[in-house]
């Protein structure tokens, strides 16, 4: 670990907050949009509604999202304070509450893990550093390539529209400031007012419809299909990190669990064991199949392309002492090799002349008999290398397949 101003931080506090989410929102909020927002936080702080009430209403006046991304951008700044507070993750008890940092170790845990059991990144899994906390982490305030980051394209679009005039954005907008009038001039005695909030909130979906639609032509089409766009960016990354969050720490013990699990196979009773009470067919074959698996790995073999197996196999001939007979011309070598090869049945051999076993053995090889002995026996030869490289070979497809995570 670095000590570079390792003391100042010591003596610091680090005040994490969303400011440059909240500063990037404070530059869209333009046109209809500061008045969503604005009607959105009236709804929430209403201490007159009922969570009922409130909840019915937010879901009326949300029958275009896009259009309504005042609530989208609130929601995700609400989102964005359960990360950095740790509610996100509900708690009984102050005992129980997590903070940011219990989050941010248990995602950092999860990077490691996910590589361990599966091989790949942990983006390859949804479960990146960005797909926990990228609302935090300037996802849609940058880019890495050159398409435009999210909330700059939003403030060209909203811009756009705004400076466009139209008639149904106006509506719109009136529609917005009657329903946030309305709401606050409740008083925490009315009596029945249900009806006319319905009436308001009805204006509100509906001029949204009218909105939607004069957007449905060029040159507004195109701004429209972004807007679209952005915003359900927006709401599926708030809901991927809500998800991955709220899940963190038993998907995260899942996986410290199954790695813990696997540590055991090395023991080989508690290996039969596990592999005689798991009703998972994988977990089964795992350790079922581990010791085989275990057998067939040996790092002289391991190789990082297709192009290294050559070099492989020649270095393990070479430590093998192979090919230990080199002159086909010398057939009692050849003859001696052959009987040392597995898929000759050597009985009887005992009794042949040196000739006679270079005949049977091509005979169980299927090896042309064409020739004089040095034909046959060159024939052999070549055979019983080979049998040598395929051998190395198919032991370094055991390592590699032993060694890969499946």
């Known amino acids: 670990m670095a000590n570079k101003?390792?003391?100042?931080?010591?003596?610091?506090?680090?005040?994490?907050?969303?400011?440059?989410?909240?500063?990037?929102?404070?530059?869209?909020?333009?046109?209809?949009?500061?008045?969503?927002?604005?009607?959105?936080?009236?709804?929430?702080?209403?201490?007159?509604?009922?969570?009922?009430?409130?909840?019915?209403?937010k879901a009326t006046i949300n029958n275009h999202a896009h259009i309504n991304l005042g609530r989208q951008l609130n929601d995700m700044l609400k989102h964005t304070n359960t990360v950095l507070d740790g509610s996100i993750i509900p708690a009984t008890s102050i005992a129980e509450q997590r903070t940011f940092l219990d989050l941010l170790q248990n995602v950092q845990s999860v990077q490691g893990l996910v590589i361990d059991l599966f091989g790949v990144d942990a983006t390859d899994k949804n479960r990146g550093v960005n797909d926990h906390f990228g609302t935090l982490n300037n996802l849609f305030l940058e880019t890495e390539d050159s398409s435009k980051p999210v909330f700059t394209q939003l403030q060209e679009v909203i811009d756009f529209i705004t400076r466009a005039n139209l008639a149904a954005d106006t509506a719109y907008q009136n529609s917005l400031t009657d329903l946030t009038n309305f709401i606050n001039s409740t008083v925490a005695d009315s009596t029945d007012f249900q009806q006319t909030l319905d009436a308001f909130a009805t204006s509100v979906a509906s001029s949204a419809t009218s909105f939607n639609n004069a957007l449905g032509s060029e040159p507004y089409l195109t701004e429209r299909t972004k807007l679209i766009s952005d915003t359900n960016k927006i709401n599926t990354q708030v809901t991927?990190?809500?998800?991955?969050?709220?899940?963190?720490?038993?998907?995260?013990?899942?996986?410290?669990?199954?790695?813990?699990?696997?540590?055991?196979?090395?023991?080989?009773?508690?290996?039969?064991?596990?592999?005689?009470?798991?009703?998972?067919?994988?977990?089964?074959?795992?350790?079922?199949?581990?010791?085989?698996?275990?057998?067939?790995?040996?790092?002289?073999?391991?190789?990082?392309?297709?192009?290294?197996?050559?070099?492989?196999?020649?270095?393990?001939?070479?430590?093998?002492?192979?090919?230990?007979?080199?002159?086909?011309?010398?057939?009692?070598?050849?003859?001696k090799k052959a009987k040392l090869d597995d898929r000759i049945n050597t009985a009887g051999f005992e009794l042949l002349t040196t000739e006679q076993v270079i005949e049977k053995s091509c005979q169980q090889l299927g090896i042309s008999l064409f020739g004089d002995v040095f034909n046959r026996s060159k024939r052999l030869l070549n055979n019983l290398n080979q049998r040598d490289r395929d051998l190395i070979l198919a032991d370094l497809n055991a390592n590699e397949d032993s060694n890969t995570l499946s």
């Open 240 to 335: 991927l990190e809500i998800n991955n969050l709220k899940s963190i720490e038993s998907y995260a013990t899942d996986l410290t669990n199954n790695i813990a699990f696997t540590s055991l196979a090395e023991d080989t009773n508690l290996r039969n064991l596990i592999a005689r009470v798991a009703q998972n067919p994988n977990w089964v074959k795992y350790f079922s199949e581990y010791e085989d698996s275990e057998t067939a790995l040996n790092p002289i073999f391991d190789t990082d392309t297709d192009s290294d197996k050559s070099s492989v196999i020649e270095q393990a001939l070479i430590t093998k002492g192979l090919p230990d007979v080199l002159d086909h011309t010398d057939i009692l070598a050849v003859a």
């Open 5 to 57: 101003n390792l003391l100042s931080l010591a003596e610091s506090d680090p005040n994490f907050s969303n400011q440059a989410l909240e500063n990037a929102i404070n530059n869209l909020k333009i046109g209809w949009v500061i008045k969503s927002i604005t009607l959105d936080d009236t709804i929430t702080s209403n201490a007159v509604l009922t969570n009922s009430q409130k909840t019915d209403l």
